[in-house]
Nanobody
Framework: QVQLVESGGGLVQAGGSLRLSCAAS????????MAWFRQAPGKERRFVAG????????DYADSVKGRFTISRDNAKRLVVLQMNSLKPEDTAVYYC????????????????WGQGTQVTVSS
């Protein structure tokens, strides 16, 4: 089990950038696949980006490909989501999640979650 704390959310204009961080504590962080999900008001929580435990493979939702980049530093137990060219439709609460083994697109397959950080993109 890992404990996760997100930071870096805020209000930004369309076209701007934000950098979200997820600090992890607990054992064997380097064995966990990490992911970012987001949930807009009245909508389901959806996969945004994921990264393999070794950091060698990344996966993205089609809606953010080419604009968002996920990375991790296992020595610092940190996962970062760099978000560029933000759009109003990116407005949501963003959650960091951890899962032992592979990246999954499914919310229910992640047992460990952070508290979320709000991202608001104004038009």
């Amino acid at each position: 089990q890992v404990q996760l704390v997100e930071s870096g959310g805020g209000l930004v204009q369309a076209g701007g950038s934000l950098r979200l961080s997820c600090a992890a504590s607990g054992r064997a962080f380097e064995r966990y696949a990490m992911a970012w999900f987001r949930q807009a008001p009245g909508k389901e929580r959806r996969f945004v980006a994921g990264i393999k435990s070794s950091g060698t493979n990344e996966d993205y939702a089609d809606s953010v490909k080419g604009r968002f980049t996920i990375s991790r530093d296992n020595a610092k137990r940190l996962v970062v989501l760099q978000m560029n060219s933000l759009k109003p439709e990116d407005t949501a609460v963003y959650y960091c999640a951890a899962r032992y083994s592979r990246v999954s697109y499914l919310v229910d397959e992640y047992p460990d979650w952070g508290q979320g950080t709000q991202v608001t993109v104004s038009s």
